[in-house]
């Protein structure tokens, strides 16, 4: 049974970084394009950023290129979102998902989510 586990989260100030993971366990981390996910206060969930099976694609939203980096170390079985020159709006719990049959990292499986907080 594949399992996600987040963790990374935390407050941080403006303009400050972090660095999120998310563990896969019960199957291989390869199988699998894994994306990233933000649920902010009040909003919808939105899909962040996208890597592919063999890591060699990665997609990002606008609202976040340029500032977020999505890589994957399948010997340690964990996908990264390191995120940089954060702001408020940033601020949800964020979560990775993974896709076993497109590379479009459509949620087919869910990680239960660390919360981001950004605030001075």
């Known amino acids: 049974q594949l399992q996600l586990v987040e963790s990374g989260g935390g407050l941080v100030q403006p303009g400050g970084s972090l660095r999120l993971s998310c563990k896969v366990s019960g199957e291989a981390l390869d199988d699998y394009a894994i994306g990233w996910f933000r649920q902010a206060p009040g909003k919808e969930r939105e899909g962040l950023s996208c890597?592919?099976?063999?890591?060699?694609?990665?997609d990002y939203a606008p609202s976040v290129k340029g500032r977020f980096t999505i890589f994957r170390d399948s010997a340690k079985s964990t996908v990264y979102l390191e995120m940089s020159s954060l702001k408020p709006e940033d601020t949800g719990i964020y979560y990775c998902?993974?896709?076993?049959?497109?590379?479009?990292?459509?949620?087919?499986?869910w990680g239960q989510g660390t919360q981001v907080t950004v605030s001075s």
């Open positions: 890597i592919t099976k063999s890591g060699d694609t990665t």
């Open positions: 998902a993974a896709d076993p049959t497109t590379e479009q990292c459509v949620p087919f499986y």
